[in-house]
């Protein structure tokens, strides 16, 4: 990794941290529902009511987009930025699409 990045470990070790804090945070509330596999499992495997599958899933489904716009929102600076000094113009098609990514 070149000096100042954190590579692959470090990223690897911050995901480590998110979601052992959000597990921390939500376990006593929800028992850490964080994604609809582990709903899914909870129904299966601990009893958990089959008819909060959906609600519960659609929660986190609108929480997940949601929480991409607001981080989309705020690291928009530094991509127009990042845009501006690499020349690069973001687009949904042409021959610098990212939206298919």
Known sequence: AAQGSIGLVGVAIGWLFAISMAVYVAGGVSEAH???????????????????????TVAQMLGAFVGSGL???????FLDQL????????????PGATAGI
């Open 34 to 56: 964080l994604n609809p596999s582990v709903t899914l499992t909870f129904a299966l495997f601990k009893g958990f009511p089959w008819k909060m599958v959906l609600p519960y």
């Open 71 to 77: 981080a989309f929102l705020d690291h928009k600076p």
């Open 83 to 94: 845009d501006v000094t690499n020349g690069v113009q973001r687009a949904v098609t042409g």
